[in-house]
């Protein structure tokens, strides 16, 4: 399905990256992943699927590192079909962790610099820096994590996501005649990962709850660019 298809993941060391690279790599894809965490292990599982992976140490904060690892990837596999802005900070409040404070209380460094900078920010740069080899080649998709609906607590990343799907329309518009196609995709609900508590895990699905949704998106046509995207009995289609 997506042989000899070069598709970037951020944030793919663990988590919902970590399994974003799997499906990816089942379906035959050339990898390049992206952390700024250790690689080692995604890598690894990556290689034992038969597929290859290039692993680059990147901080999607800074646009130097996420212009070198978009370049690097774009001259190790000679193309970038597929990028997944997945790399964020996210709250796990259903995971049974505390509440970020509330907005009259936030810690301007972290709690709002820092996550804006990772999930908005990262997202912006990275796409930035993908477009320029999309657009040469004028092919390509762009997927950007949306998620929602996380409560009080957690401000500055419903903010961070909700302005990623503005962006999505945004860029999508600039990039019609160039048939890159950009979309937002939600994961289908709270998840808990591997590195969620036991009890968590008991209680909660499983990344594999997501399902192929990510393989679909890279997949679909110019007429969904722009659009927030989901997983509904098997076919992806369009949020309202």
Known sequence: MMENQVVIVTGAAKGIGRYITHTFAKAGANLVVADVDSMDK?????REME???LAVPTDVRDEAQVKAMIDRAASHYG???????????????QWGGPRWPRVRDIDKEFFWDTV???NLGGTFLCTKHALR?????????VISLYGGGAGPGAAAYVISKEAIRVFTRFVALEEKDFNVCV???????????ENAPEEARARMPGPESSGNRWVLASQVGMELSGQLLDLKDDRIVAEP
Do not use: C, Q, Y
């Open 51 to 53: 597929a290859e992976v």
């Open 116 to 118: 804006l900078a990772t």
């Open 133 to 141: 080899h999309m657009e040469e080649r004028r092919a390509g998709h």
């Open 79 to 93: 193309k970038i079909d597929v990028l997944v802005n997945n790399a964020g900070i996210v709250p796990h409040f």
């Open 42 to 46: 995604v890598a690894g599982e990556v």
């Open 183 to 193: 979309v937002a995709l939600s994961p289908g609900g709270a998840i808990a990962t």
